[in-house]
């Protein structure tokens, strides 16, 4: 869908509230300020001086503001007029200044702003509510007062923004609310740094180990449009907020409530999620190796790798059209997350990654023959719930590396597990120095481990597939029979132990009656065993029985030990 390049610009404003309330008045050169009846109590300026103000004095002022003492000032209406062909006009209405002490304003209140143009864009805000807003602050990181760069500036304790709706030719967008805490930004002249990427980069760390933000919250934002070729797209957010910035620390950001549709060629694709969550950000260590003059080079590139917290989403619905004559698809998550638990050197030293119970359906189109065997495989590959979850933890202290269940659960038909345990892991695993790095790897050591496989159904489900396809004629028991017989003559022979002989009967039976089986295997000599050996086994898997002490057990589908 392509729409008028304005449309991303007052949707964005719609949803940041601030620039919201700038950026109409500033989109064209202004022609015509009108400011009536303005009314000021025991204030510092007299209405004419505030009247000029208003109408583009505001660097022949700009101390006199920055000082300013008032009881109370109210502008019942100020309008903005702009010239060029879009014509527009910003109109603001029931302005109200109270409690102004050296500048700081204790409430600012505006009942409503209203903006409209040429071209038929209209909108109405507010009303907006902003307490202690220092315009001292303002003028100051707006360079018009004398020189300030570097100084955290408090522009404002608390700002509350009401309901808003904005109207263009091709998209209408509302907004319930939106609500700030505490701003402190770092003054910074960036038109002085302009072009020097030393000095930008010097300003951008002096702004962001100076920023302060308590933290925002919006509701209920939505937006709707269509193109000229009848393609269009709508979406709404329940709610959206940010917890505190700190220097060095971007928080946890969280939405809630998304539902989006797209319209192509008069069909409907949809993606919806219940709850998104971004987790924290930390990038002290980053601004600390910028203030050290440390190369942003490919050497150093952990050192400016920011530790991030995680990601989660909930509740994951979505309808992918099909331009083809397949139909539709649509995908059911009932969560995904990505934690890291903690970081060293820029390597994350826990990792838990989960998917739970994803689906597939798909919706085969008219000219489509739903054949019995699509669908049996429609149940058996996409329509089956899947599930997995993993976690590897670094623990200092035993200097291991657990993998701490890694599992995957395939509906009711199947499961698998895996537990492992790596030894001898350093704090040199996380070494800035590669070669420091790879020796540590090398001294790995594998300890316990342990695999079990679930089968509940599954074979089944392939021989009923099979059967219909015409591949083979076998009921369930047949194809286990042939499965475990297979299992056999590829693992047993002349040469084989009898340990191994064991586990491959063991195995067989699985094969053949389903049911859990588990294999756990614990190094021979109650330690661990080496990497280097380990690996040297995968060519001579006999070797593991010479590292490993390795037991099969079965639990049957009745729950009888086998």
């Not at 690996?535 to 029985?545: G, H, T």
Request: aromatic share 8%; glycine share 10%.
């Amino acid at each position: 869908m392509i729409m008028n390049p304005r449309v991303p610009l007052f949707a964005g404003a719609l949803v940041s509230g601030i620039a919201l309330a700038a950026a109409p008045a500033m989109a064209q050169p202004v022609t015509t300020i009108t400011a009536e009846a303005i009314a000021a109590v025991d204030s510092s300026l007299e209405a004419e001086a505030l009247a000029a103000i208003l109408k583009g004095g505001i660097a022949d002022h700009a101390q006199a503001l920055a000082d300013l003492d008032a009881r109370s000032i109210s502008i019942p209406e100020l309008e903005y007029r702009g010239q060029g062909a879009h014509q527009p006009r910003v109109r603001f209405l029931d302005i109200a200044l109270e409690g102004v002490e050296d500048g700081v304003v204790a409430s600012l209140a505006i009942g409503r702003m209203e903006v409209e143009d040429a071209e038929g864009v209209a909108g109405s805000f507010g009303p907006f509510t902003i307490s202690n807003l220092d315009l001292g602050a303002v003028l100051a990181l707006s360079q018009m007062l004398p020189d300030a760069s570097g100084t955290p500036l408090a522009l404002f304790s608390a700002a509350d923004f009401g309901a808003a709706t904005l109207t263009t030719p091709e998209v209408k967008c509302s907004n319930e609310g939106l609500q700030l805490g505490r701003l402190v930004v770092p003054a910074i002249d960036w038109q002085a740094v302009e072009g020097d990427d030393q000095r930008t980069q010097e300003a951008l760390r002096t702004f962001f180990s100076g920023l302060e933000f308590d933290g925002l919250e919006t509701r209920g934002s939505a937006c709707k449009g269509m193109s000229e070729g009848e393609e269009g797209l709508a979406f709404t957010l329940a709610a959206f907020s940010m917890d505190a910035i700190t220097p060095g620390l971007w928080p946890e950001t969280l939405l809630t409530g998304f539902d989006m549709q797209v319209e192509t060629q008069g069909d409907i694709g949809r993606v919806a999620f219940g709850t998104m969550t971004f987790g924290s950000i930390d990038y002290a260590h980053v601004l600390e190796a910028a203030a050290r003059g440390l190369e942003d080079s490919f050497e150093n590139a952990r050192r400016f790798v920011p530790h991030f917290s995680g990601f989660s989403i909930t509740d994951i619905r979505a309808e992918i059209p099909d331009s083809g004559a397949y139909g539709r698809m649509r995908v059911a998550i009932d969560g995904f997350s990505l934690d890291f638990d903690g970081w060293l050197n820029g390597l994350p030293t826990g990792i838990v990654v989960e998917l739970r119970d994803q689906t597939l359906e798909l919706a085969l189109a008219d000219s489509m023959v739903q054949s019995p065997e699509m669908e049996s495989l429609t149940r058996l590959i996409v329509e089956t719930p899947m599930s997995y979850r993993g976690a590897l933890r670094w623990d200092r202290e035993s200097r291991t590396i657990a993998l701490d269940s890694f599992h995957y659960q395939w509906g009711d038909l199947a499961a698998f597990t895996l537990s492992a345990t790596l030894t001898g892991a350093s704090d040199t695993l996380f070494s800035y120095e590669e070669s420091a790095q790879l020796l540590s790897l090398l001294a790995l050591g594998v300890g316990p481990m342990q695999l079990e496989f679930t089968d509940s159904g599954l074979i089944e489900r392939m021989a009923e597939f099979e059967a219909l396809t015409g591949e083979a004629d076998t009921t369930p028991a047949q194809l286990r029979s042939q499965l475990a017989k297979q299992l056999v003559e590829e693992l047993v022979s002349d040469e084989t132990t009898p340990e191994m002989a064991a586990i491959a009967a063991t195995i067989a039976r699985f094969f053949q009656g389903g049911g859990t089986l588990t294999l756990s295997a614990v190094p021979a000599d109650g330690a661990s065993v080496s990497i280097h050996s380990f690996m040297a086994s995968e060519a001579e898997p006999e070797r593991l029985f010479d590292l490993f002490e390795i037991e099969a057990r079965l639990v049957s589908g009745s729950g009888a030990l086998d």
